[in-house]
């Protein structure tokens, strides 16, 4: 794994975003998978940033989100599908055909999840991952478990997760449940981008980075990528 350390969140968000941007300059229809949170913010907003200045355009790219809450409207201020078009969809020039995110109502969310497995494989697979971590390691929405997941699926979300994301649900309840790409599905992206800022992250980043690569550390598995690079603040980097 490849670590960069950056003064702030703000710096951070202009190195990811500039590899995207490369990214998409190299090959213009890129397959991009993408992450929701508050992580990748300033990159979505330098990426807008970037296509408003025509430097860069979404028009080829095609896109899969990592995960989606169940049992919530689309449409609802905390949907990830809600996030991703407030952020980023509707601020640049992308075509809706090439942006994939699971439907966390679907009436049969296996097939759901395999659908959206055989449309990555379909598209040629993921060019660059964006990932946040989650303050108990997880990524997507694969919590700590006694086994590394494969494929897209349907989890439970733990005690940890709804505790640091219901700060947002005031209208809804917070969904117990998500669809997200499992473990096996986000290794096999070409390249990962892992942002993370804040002293909250810094002890799931120390486990990411020094501790064993085990499943109670879903971020653990990036030591065994290829091509991985953690962009951290200072905070986030503090115990490394
Ligand atoms: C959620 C998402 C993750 C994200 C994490 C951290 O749980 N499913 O993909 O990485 O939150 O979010 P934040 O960046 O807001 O700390």
Do not use: W
């Not at 190195?15 to 949170?37: E, H, M, R, W, Y």
């Not at 995110?101 to 659908?115: P, R, Y």
């Not at 497995?117 to 929405?141: R, S």
């Amino acid at each position: 794994m490849e670590i960069r350390i950056f003064e702030d969140a703000a710096s951070l968000g202009l190195a990811a975003a500039d590899i995207f941007a490369q990214t998409i300059k190299n090959k213009p229809s890129c397959v991009l998978g993408l992450a929701t949170g508050a992580s990748p913010i300033p990159t979505y907003n330098r990426l807008v940033e970037l296509c408003n200045a025509k430097e860069i355009s979404f028009a080829d790219v095609k896109t899969f989100n990592l995960d989606e809450y169940c049992d919530l409207p689309k449409d609802d201020k905390n949907s990830y599908y809600t996030f991703m078009h407030e952020n980023l969809f509707n601020l640049v020039d992308i075509k809706e055909e090439n942006v994939n995110i699971l439907d966390g109502n679907a009436a049969d969310a296996e097939k759901e999840a395999a659908d959206f497995d055989a449309a990555i494989k379909a598209a040629g697979g993921i060019d660059v991952q964006l990932l946040g971590i989650g303050n108990n390691g997880h990524i997507g929405f694969n919590e700590p478990a006694d086994a590394f997941t494969t494929g897209t699926f349907k989890v439970k979300l733990t005690e940890s997760t709804l505790q640091a994301n219901s700060r947002y649900f005031d209208e809804n309840p917070m969904p117990h449940y998500a669809l997200t790409m499992g473990v096996g599905s986000i290794m096999d992206a070409k390249k990962i981008v892992l942002i993370a800022t804040g002293p909250a992250k810094a002890q799931a980043i120390f486990n990411t980075v020094k501790g064993e690569v085990t499943p109670q550390v879903p971020a653990s598995i990036l030591q065994q990528h290829p091509d991985c690079v953690l962009l951290l603040d200072k905070a986030a980097a503090s115990l490394l």
